[in-house]
């Protein structure tokens, strides 16, 4: 393709040459009912016309070249929000399934389970309207709190031992 190009840029360069040599006779140039000032013969009219389509030809590139990065940048875009989407939809589903999990560990007050439970939603408690689990029965007393030892102590009760991992941060792109 490169050499085809070439080819045809030579053709150009030649022609262009041949219209110039032959084309010495006294001429004017008007744009617009205007005389082109500077422009006496007809190889200057001709060089007048290849400067326009040169002008023109660039204006073209520049406006495909433009539309082509608009409709890359559109199509990142939709990518980007399908995995959001996608990404927010697992992390729910992990949501929910921990609500579950910590509601089933404080109705019978015994450690985490160290297996994630099978996903399906078979079997699973009721959810409560802020999204826990509803306890069936009276609440269990609240556990007592660990002893800070310091400035860094964690906050809050154990974490569960299932790590949430999402498909979008774990790309190596």
């Known amino acids: 393709m490169a050499f085809i190009g070439l080819l045809l840029l030579a053709a150009a360069v030649a022609v262009a040459a041949g219209i110039i040599m032959d084309n010495t006779d006294p001429s004017h140039l008007t744009a617009f009912g205007q005389a082109v ?3 006496h013969n007809e190889w200057q009219v001709f ?3 290849a400067a326009v389509a ?3 030809v660039v204006g073209v590139m520049l406006t495909f070249a433009g539309a082509g990065r608009i409709l890359r940048a559109r199509r990142d875009l939709r990518y980007l929000r399908e995995e959001h989407e996608e990404s927010l939809t697992t992390l ?3 949501k929910r ?3 579950r999990e910590l509601a089933r560990v404080r109705q019978t007050g015994g450690p985490a389970p160290s297996a994630p439970p099978a996903r399906s939603g078979a079997g699973a408690p009721p959810l409560s309207r802020q999204g826990a689990a509803a306890p069936s029965g009276p609440a ?3 556990a007592p709190a660990p002893a800070a030892s310091g400035p860094q102590a964690p906050r809050g009760g154990p974490r569960s ?3 949430a991992r999402s498909p979008f941060f774990d790309r190596a792109d």
């Open 92 to 94: 729910e589903m992990e």
């Open 54 to 56: 040169v002008v023109f």
């Open 47 to 49: 060089l007048a016309g």
């Open 140 to 142: 269990p007393a609240p």
């Open 161 to 163: 031992q299932v790590s």
């Open 97 to 99: 399934r921990l609500q």
């Open 37 to 39: 000032p500077g422009i």
